[in-house]
């Protein structure tokens, strides 16, 4: 390994947003439902949330200014990683319950690991940030994990 | 269901031909404002891509749906885990692929592969859905 994440940029694991509690409504569901070019019912009359909703939901809501030229909102929970460019990410999603219209969830991130791989040109930094979205009685809801790639 | 679930089965595959309209309404419906995915002048001149990219997530919706079309009320999606590998474009017909790769008659788990192929033939997004049939009893 060539060393690219010191000892400081290891000290941010751990690091947490700030809760984000939302409502789930009827009229979101079936925005969603449709956009998606989903053919289910349930869905599309917003009875039921379907599995990725919470992508939607949770979806950082930030003022213009706070907007890159190219239109992305930063993420706050990062540091600053001495590579920059981003490359295919993954997502782990597991379901524990069913999302219905007026269910308030609560949504937190943490940000769980960071590591370097040697790629084929050069050296790759992962990093790990762990979703855990509750309702109002603490249950566990949905946990998903999101694993960046930097090169 | 059709078909019964069994290792190796396929499931219905599905066709994906979205136009910057859905794209459009995709990222409203999340708030995100990414330029390469509606300001084509931005997206082919200063990003240097062919066209409007289509949104990550958007493949990641498709992969699930194969699976939840088949299993209507019989089951639940209880996992999704997928990357996506390359961009794909507003233009293109992506189509959302599923097969059983495993299958416990007793409890009703299913592990399904799952994959969105591109004209080209390749897999953009590769995943895996867990899912789980209710008992009849249920």
């Known amino acids: 390994m060539t060393g690219l994440i010191s000892e400081e940029l290891l000290t941010n694991i751990g690091r947490q947003s700030k809760p984000q509690r939302e409502i789930v409504t009827r009229r979101d569901i079936r925005k969603y439902a449709v956009a998606t070019g989903n053919r289910q019912r349930k869905y599309l009359d917003g009875d039921i949330a379907p599995p990725m909703f919470h992508v939607p939901l949770f979806w950082d809501v930030v003022e213009l200014d706070q907007l890159t030229p190219d239109g992305v909102s930063i993420d706050t929970l990062l540091p600053k990683f001495p590579l920059e460019r981003a490359m295919a990410g993954g997502l782990d999603i597991e379901y524990l319950k069913p999302i219905r219209p007026g269910d308030w969830l609560t949504s ?4 769980t690991a960071i590591y370097e791989k040697a790629g084929r040109s050069g050296s790759l930094i992962f990093y790990e ?3 855990d979205i509750r309702n109002d009685d603490e249950e566990l809801v949905i946990r998903e994990k999101t694993t960046r790639i930097l090169r | ?13 599905r066709q994906h031909t979205p136009d910057n309209v859905q794209l459009m309404l995709y990222n409203a419906s999340l708030w995100n404002g990414h330029r390469i995915h509606f300001d ?7 990003e240097g891509y062919p066209g409007l990219v289509l949104a990550g997530p958007m493949l990641g919706d498709w992969l699930y ?3 939840d079309e088949w299993l209507g009320d019989a089951g639940m999606i209880t996992s999704v885990s997928y990357s996506n590998r390359g961009a794909t474009y507003v233009g293109e017909t992506l189509t959302a692929t599923a097969s059983i790769t495993a ?3 007793a409890s009703g788990v299913l592990e399904i592969d799952v994959g969105i192929r591109n004209e080209a033939g390749d897999i953009v997004a590769p995943g ?3 899912a789980k049939l209710f008992a009849a009893a249920d």
Do not use: C, H, K
């Open chain 2, 103 to 105: 299958y416990d008659a």
């Open chain 1, 108 to 111: 937190r991130r943490t940000l």
């Open chain 1, 129 to 131: 940030i762990i979703m």
């Open chain 2, 40 to 46: 084509l002048p931005y997206a082919t001149e200063v």
């Open chain 2, 128 to 130: 895996t859905i867990g």
């Open chain 2, 1 to 13: 269901m059709t078909p019964e679930p069994a290792v190796g089965v396929a499931l219905p595959e």
């Open chain 2, 65 to 67: 749906q194969t699976v």
